[in-house]
C-alpha cells in the first residue's frame, strides 16, 4: 500500500516523540527556529499573492481567501520535509505516547516549551529582518493587508480567539497526520496542502503564523501594541492550538486506534 493505516500513523507519531525527546535543548532551539522561519516564509508568500489583488478581494473575497490558503501550507511542507520542530504539530505527536505511559509529562512539556520559544524567535527574524528591513511589504496594497490581518486578529474576543485556535491547529495536525500517511513525496504535499489551506482559507488561528503577521504589522507602523498582540491573540491562540492538536487529533485518535484496539 502507498498509505500507512491510522493504526500505524499512532506508532509512527509515537516513535517520533519518543526522537524528538531525545534532542539537546540547543538541537530544538535551532529546529524550532527554523519551523518558526518556515511557517512565516508561507505567510510571507500569502501576503504577496492575495494581498496584491485588491480588486479582484473587493468584488470576491472568496478568491483572496483561497489564493491566501493555497500559498500558506508550503512552510508546513518545508517543517516536515526538510525537517524542524513546530509546537502545534508537536501538541499531538506527543500524546499517544503520554496516554499509554510511554512517556512522562515532562516530555511534551519540555519539547513545547523550547520549540515555542524557537518558533517565535525564527518567526520574527523573517518579519524584521527579511520582510520589514528590505521593505518588501512597505508599499500599497500590501502595507494595508498587513494592517487588516492584524487588527482583525488582535480585535476579537478571547473565546473566539480561542476558539479559532483549536479549529486551526485540528487541521494542521490532521495535515501533519495525512502526510504521516503518505509514503510518497507527493502524497505528503497533498496530504498536508488540503486541511492547511482549508484553516488559512477559513480564517482560523495559528499562533506560530501570529508570530509573523502580527510582528510583521507592528514593524511596519500599524497601531497595535506588544501587549496586544500576546494578549488579545497569541495566548488565546495557542491554548487554542494545544487543545485543537493535542486533544481533537492525538487524544482522540489515540482513544479510537490504540486504547479501543487494546481494548476489543
Not at 499517544?96 to 512517556?103: E, T
Not at 492550538?241 to 479501543?260: D, M, P, R, S
Request: charged share 10%; hydrophobic share 50%; glycine share 10%.
Amino acid at each position: 500500500m502507498s498509505l500507512f493505516t491510522p493504526p500505524e500513523i499512532i506508532k509512527i507519531a509515537g516513535e517520533s516523540a519518543m526522537q524528538k525527546d531525545k534532542y539537546s535543548g540547543k538541537k530544538i532551539l535551532t529546529l524550532a527556529f527554523m519551523a518558526g522561519a518556515y511557517i512565516a516564509f508561507g505567510g510571507l508568500l500569502s501576503i504577496l499573492l492575495a494581498g496584491g489583488m485588491p480588486e479582484i478581494s473587493a468584488k470576491n473575497p472568496g478568491i483572496t481567501k483561497f489564493v491566501f490558503g493555497a500559498a500558506f501550507p508550503v512552510g508546513l511542507m518545508m517543517v516536515v520535509m526538510a525537517g524542524a520542530e513546530l509546537f502545534t504539530g508537536n501538541n499531538a505527536y506527543f500524546m499517544p505516547n503520554v496516554l499509554s505511559k510511554r512517556q512522562k509529562w515532562t516530555a511534551p512539556i519540555r519539547n513545547w516549551t523550547l520549540v515555542y520559544i524557537g518558533n517565535f524567535f525564527g518567526a520574527i527574524f523573517v518579519a524584521y529582518f527579511l520582510t520589514h528591513l528590505t521593505e518588501v511589504v512597505g508599499t500599497e496594497p500590501w502595507t494595508k493587508t498587513i494592517f487588516h490581518i492584524a487588527e482583525a486578529k488582535t480585535s476579537n474576543p478571547f473565546y473566539k480567539t480561542f476558539l479559532k485556535g483549536i479549529g486551526a491547529n485540528w487541521l494542521v495536525c490532521l495535515a501533519l497526520w495525512m502526510g504521516m500517511s503518505a509514503q510518497h513525496t507527493s502524497g505528503k504535499i497533498l496530504g498536508i496542502w488540503w486541511p492547511v489551506m482549508t484553516f488559512v482559507a477559513l480564517g482560523f488561528e495559528h499562533s506560530i503564523a501570529n508570530m509573523f503577521f502580527i510582528p510583521l504589522a507592528i514593524f511596519e507602523g500599524a497601531p497595535i501594541t506588544w501587549g496586544s498582540f500576546i494578549v488579545d491573540n497569541l495566548i488565546p491562540a495557542t491554548l487554542g492550538n494545544i487543545v485543537g492538536g493535542a486533544f481533537f487529533v492525538g487524544t482522540l485518535y489515540w482513544y479510537a486506534y490504540e486504547k479501543q484496539s487494546s481494548n476489543n
